[in-house]
C-alpha cells in the first residue's frame, strides 16, 4: 500500500509541475488534461495528500474551464468542498 501511495503522488507531483510550468493561457493538450485530471482524482483519496490535491486542482481550475468541462468540474469541486478543502482554494477559485 506504502507503494501505491508513492506511485500516486510521484505522478500527482509531475502533473503539478508540468502544469505549473504552463501560462494559464496554454492550451493544454487533451491527453495531458486527462492525465492531470486522473492524478488529481487518485491522489485526493489519499488523507496525506489534501495540500497535493489542493495545489494540483488549483492549478489545473483554468486548463478545465477552458476545455468546457465545467459540469465534471463542478461535481469534483463539490467533493473538496464536501472533504473542507481549506479556505484558500475556494478564495482563488472563486467557489
Not at 16 to 32: F, M, V
Not at 34 to 40: E, H, I, M, Q, S
Request: proline content about 3%; some cysteine; hydrophobic content about 45%.
Amino acid at each position: 500500500m506504502a507503494a501505491l501511495k508513492r506511485t500516486i503522488t510521484a505522478n500527482a507531483k509531475y502533473w503539478l509541475n508540468y502544469l505549473d510550468a504552463k501560462s494559464e493561457d496554454d492550451l493544454i493538450p487533451e491527453p495531458d488534461i486527462r492525465g492531470a485530471a486522473r492524478a488529481l482524482e487518485a491522489v485526493m483519496t489519499i488523507s496525506e495528500g489534501w495540500s497535493l490535491t489542493q495545489s494540483l486542482a488549483l492549478v489545473l481550475h483554468p486548463h478545465m474551464g477552458r476545455r468546457g468541462y465545467w459540469a465534471d468540474w463542478d461535481a469534483f469541486l463539490a467533493v473538496c468542498r464536501r472533504n473542507k478543502v481549506d479556505r484558500v482554494f475556494q478564495v482563488k477559485t472563486g467557489i
